[in-house]
């Protein structure tokens, strides 16, 4: 498609002196699974919460759906689901009166599917929220959020609490719910490597700037390992962007984004995962790096 | 109907497993044609993989004329894939053995074999893209 | 959405009509029985001016035997602060929690949510105030008969006062949890709050809301006019030097009883500032006004602070 679902521009956002989110610029494509990654601090909330309005940039600006979410907050909720860190819910309030609560604050809200999706998952309705397992009040967050039948649902570390299999759960039903429509998520994460599979999109969001923005084939594509006798990197990073070099005695590895065929024959070539891409862009170095030696004429 | 796997080591992309899985029970007879593959949703619910990543294996196997999308109904096996003559297998299996043969004359042990292998193969893959 | 808030203060407002059904259960048997002993005794009929001596006994001993339960009672003017304090609760636990990041991201803008659940605790704090100022007003109706409504205990909790108190205690508490987001902490900073410019208000405030009068006589006990009014000081002076002076009621006049016997020197004048009985409504007026709008515009500061800073 061709609308952005989200826009930013040099968005920024600052809490007294420091400035949690830097100009971020990025654009999320509508219809995609978005994944926003980042270590503790980077920034993934703040931009997130600037996404969905609770909070207002410091400078930039964000569009949603081509609107600006503090601005526009009353037209643009209906179209937005979320589930902010930890899954906040009322304690108190059983299931049943949690589902109450979406229907009396939505307008556009589909009951049906919110008992169904209850139903499914086995809850009794008359339990209150906060006797219920990690797991299932995810559910039930995430069920508040679907339930609204949202053009774009914004996740906010959903998983990260969760065992093994409600975090297997959480994400099926996030699924299910882009199979069976039109819906855009984002869902932000410090674990990186399930969101592989789940994901097409990927933001890294590293001290508080965006270092990387694309599709995830694209950026598996491009970003490869080079291994090769030990010499300096200036001869690659010509033509490709270095990311990451680490020298041993005899041999050179070099994480690179390539811009094109890496030609020279002189060097292996592995694939990368992701979680390894995210983390040089976040300065990891296996093993420390070396000092560089005198580059030597790269043929 | 056919239950899929995901290899998350194999290094071979999601969608393309899919279509392997399909192509082979295909072969082995475990999908006729007629039989309707797993919807998007079900394959989403087993694998927790990106319904997009489904969509694109069914569009390849759509491609290649295995299998038909019908709207609104599923996705169906088509037909047969194209099968190389038994003779053309043989003649290729026995080359194959002498190869492995003169390798192991040369002392290649079998990670060594295989990696030769892996290489050729990617290159010519690497080749057929560019052209 | 009013169903919401008001589901999400349930809590509390059980414990403020448990808190009005304990002191119902304490006044209503206490009050019938007060009420039957005055009327049984024929104390109406002793309010006349200048009772008998019979009279003055009579009222003497009704008051002594309700003296305990009349001190007790005195301590309900904390209950206001504690109704307001406390249905302040659900407004900050919403921010202490950070439930709000699942409410203010339904489809209701955060203004409408604020400002439905702090007009929710007013109503609550308005409706529980006057029950209890209903109960406590009819349980002390012989008192005050007898006594008048000035003196601090009975003027709290009767007329219209409790109900600017609960409405500041309960601004109070939602401006002081609006910027600290720390339910326990803010309660009970509020209510020590509340209590202090409550001790401030009642030994002040209340004396400057209407200009007092003065009084002089000679000799003889306290004119019949200043037995209902507030004495705020009184002094004597013989043949124009000032003896003697204090403030409020019991002082001054009891040390010089003397003086004040027939007999006795009649050049002691008595003098006495105050605010007699008929300024009730206007002081209860314009008191609960004042509580009334200061406990406004802290609601209007926490409505506003969160609207504004909170993320």
């Not at chain 1, 999320?28 to 990654?37: D, E, N, Q, Y």
């Not at chain 3, 007009?119 to 109706?141: N, P, Q």
Request: charged share 20%; proline share 5%; hydrophobic share 45%.
């Amino acid at each position: 498609m061709e609308n952005a679902a989200v826009r930013c521009e040099g968005l920024g956002k600052q809490y007294g002196s420091t400035w949690a989110l830097s100009d971020c610029t990025l654009e999320i494509p509508a219809g995609s699974i978005t994944a926003l990654v980042g270590p503790n601090g980077a920034g993934k909330t703040t931009l997130l919460h600037l996404v969905i309005g609770l909070m207002r940039p410091t400078k930039g600006s964000v569009a949603v759906l081509g609107q600006s979410p503090s601005a526009k907050a009353a037209e643009l909720l209906p179209r937005l689901g979320f589930v902010a860190q930890d899954h906040p819910l009322y304690r108190n309030l059983t299931v049943t009166e949690t589902l109450e609560l979406g229907r009396r604050l939505n307008p556009g809200w589909d009951a049906a599917y919110a008992r169904e999706r209850v139903a499914r998952l086995g809850l009794d309705g008359r339990r209150k929220v906060g006797k219920l397992s990690g797991g299932q009040q995810a559910q039930v967050a995430l069920t508040l959020a679907l339930a609204k039948r949202p053009q774009l649902l914004v996740l906010d570390e959903p998983v990260a609490s969760l065992d093994p299999l409600a975090r297997r759960e959480f994400l099926n039903a996030v699924l299910e719910a882009v199979a069976e429509g039109d819906v855009t998520v984002i869902l932000s994460s410090h674990i990186v490597s399930e969101l592989e599979r789940v994901c097409d999109h990927m933001v890294a969001l590293i001290q508080s700037h965006t270092r990387l923005a694309g599709p995830i084939d694209e950026i598996l594509a491009s970003h490869r390992v080079l291994i090769g006798p030990r010499t300096g990197a200036t001869g690659v990073a010509r033509v490709h962007d270095v990311i990451r070099e680490s020298h041993t005695e005899r041999q050179t590895t070099l994480l690179v984004r390539a811009n094109g065929h890496v030609y020279d024959t002189c060097w292996q070539q592995h694939e990368v995962d992701l979680e390894e891409v995210v983390l040089a862009y976040m300065g990891y170095a296996p093993g420390g790096a070396m000092p560089l030696p005198e580059p030597e004429a790269v043929a | 109907m056919i239950a899929f796997h995901l290899d998350n080591r194999s290094g071979v992309p999601a969608y393309m497993q899919l279509v392997h899985q399909v192509r082979q029970a295909i072969r082995l007879g475990t999908l006729r044609p007629g039989d309707q593959l797993p919807t998007v949703k079900e394959v989403v619910a087993t694998l927790t993989i990106n319904p997009n990543t489904v969509l694109h294996a069914y569009r390849q196997l759509d491609m290649e004329g295995l299998a038909e999308g019908r709207r609104g109904v599923g996705t169906f096996v088509a037909a047969m894939p194209d099968t190389p003559p038994p003779d053309g297998l043989d003649r290729l299996r026995s080359s194959l053995a002498r190869w492995v043969a003169s390798a192991r004359d040369r002392g290649l042990d079998d990670e060594a074999m295989t990696g030769l292998f892996t290489e050729a193969v990617r290159a010519s893959a690497g080749s057929r893209e560019v052209a | 959405m009013t169903w919401l808030a008001w589901r999400l203060q349930r809590t509390e407002t059980l414990v403020a009509a448990g808190i009005l059904a304990l002191t119902a259960a304490l006044l209503v048997p206490t009050g019938i029985s007060m009420s039957e002993a005055f009327h049984h005794d024929g104390l109406g009929s002793c309010l006349a001016p200048n009772p008998g001596l019979s009279c003055v006994q009579k009222i003497g001993a009704f008051q002594s035997h309700y003296q305990a339960l009349n001190f007790v009672t005195n301590w309900f003017t904390l209950v206001p602060g504690v109704l307001g304090v406390l249905l302040a609760a659900p407004f900050i636990l919403d921010l202490e929690h950070r439930t709000y990041r699942l409410v203010w991201t339904q489809s209701i803008t955060r203004r409408r949510w604020v400002a439905v659940k702090l007009a929710l605790a007013g109503f609550a704090a308005v409706g529980a105030s006057a029950v209890l100022i209903a109960l406590i007003t009819w349980w002390r109706t012989p008192l005050t008969d007898i006594g008048g409504r000035l003196d601090t205990g009975t003027y709290d909790t009767t007329g219209t006062v409790a109900i600017g108190y609960a409405l500041f205690a309960l601004g109070l508490a939602a401006a002081i949890g609006a910027v600290w987001r720390r339910s326990a902490v803010s309660l009970t900073l509020a209510f020590v709050g509340y209590f202090a410019v409550r001790i401030v208000d009642d030994y002040w405030l209340r004396n400057q809301l209407a200009s007092p009068l003065h009084a002089t006589w000679r000799g003889g006990r306290l004119p019949d006019y200043l037995e209902k009014a507030n004495i705020l000081s009184q002094s004597i002076t013989v043949n124009g030097r000032v003896v003697d002076r204090g403030s409020g009621t019991g002082g001054v006049l009891g040390a010089h009883a003397q003086l004040a016997a027939p007999g006795s020197d009649r050049n002691a004048v008595f003098h006495a500032v105050y605010q007699p009985a008929s300024y009730f409504w206007t002081l209860q007026i314009r008191e609960t006004l004042l509580f009334t709008a200061v406990g406004a515009a802290c609601l209007v500061f926490a409505a506003v602070w969160t609207q504004r800073r909170v993320a």
